[in-house]
């Protein structure tokens, strides 16, 4: 497998929509108004976890074009759980890409307290070689969502995917924790939202 040659085209499908969905936020602060997107990350996954997944998963190396699907990763955060509903819409509505599977774990959150929404797409990209049509898994989170998640994959890291039970239990009081916070803070959205407006106006009048 020549990796750098294999992972040229999911480099590329990363730039380009990391380069895309951040271009809302500037479109929203033209119209004033409040974007659903804080911010935007995206990598192409390490080749030992490529090769590790594979193996796990009982995958052919040849086939990980088609059967791995976060190969390429987008993370999408949203200050709000309703802006997760606004975003996918977002990326339902594009024309530069087809939507291929949806997951919803914010509605069915995974046993271990994971909330997150996905949104696998088929993404072109122009090579010298031509198109190539890229998987591309996107994840849309609210900030605290994202913060007990990257919390957790540090743990399995640690304990190479077998967490202590006692931690395991802390992890999903905090997952409760973290959505109880998104929860509240979607009671008082309007008013953050409303101050937030006014120091982006202050600012703008102070340059």
């Known amino acids: 497998m020549e990796w750098e040659i294999f992972l040229a085209p999911y480099r590329q499908a990363v730039d380009e929509l990391k380069v895309k969905l951040r271009g809302y936020r500037d479109?929203?602060?033209?119209?004033?108004?409040?974007?659903?997107?804080e911010f935007v990350t995206g990598r192409v996954k390490p080749i030992?976890?490529?090769?590790?997944?594979?193996r796990r998963k009982g995958m052919p190396l040849t086939?990980?074009?088609?059967?791995?699907?976060?190969?390429?990763?987008?993370?999408v955060m949203c200050?709000?759980?309703?802006?997760?509903?606004?975003?996918?819409?977002?990326?339902?509505?594009?024309?530069?890409?087809?939507?291929?599977e949806e997951r919803d774990y914010i509605s069915e959150k995974k046993k271990s307290g994971y909330?997150?929404?996905?949104?696998?797409?088929?993404?072109?990209v122009q090579t010298v070689s031509g198109e190539k049509k890229i998987l591309v898994e996107i994840q849309v989170r609210t900030l605290a969502m994202n913060f007990w998640a990257?919390?957790?994959?540090?743990?399995?890291?640690?304990y190479n995917g077998k967490i202590p039970s006692d931690v395991k239990t802390r992890l999903l009081r905090a997952a409760e924790a973290a959505f109880r916070l998104d929860e509240e803070m979607s009671q008082i959205r309007d008013?953050?939202?409303?101050?937030?407006?006014?120091?982006?106006?202050?600012?703008?009048?102070e340059e």
């Open 27 to 37: 479109l929203y602060e033209v119209t004033s108004e409040n974007s659903p997107i």
């Open 48 to 54: 030992p976890s490529i090769i590790e997944k594979a």
């Open 63 to 75: 086939q990980l074009n088609t059967q791995m699907q976060d190969l390429a990763g987008i993370r």
């Open 79 to 100: 200050q709000f759980v309703d802006d997760i509903r606004r975003v996918v819409e977002l990326i339902r509505n594009r024309t530069d890409l087809m939507v291929v």
């Open 115 to 124: 909330r997150s929404y996905h949104v696998v797409v088929q993404y072109p």
């Open 150 to 158: 990257t919390i957790e994959h540090s743990l399995n890291y640690k």
């Open 191 to 205: 008013e953050i939202r409303v101050a937030q407006l006014r120091f982006l106006q202050k600012n703008a009048d």
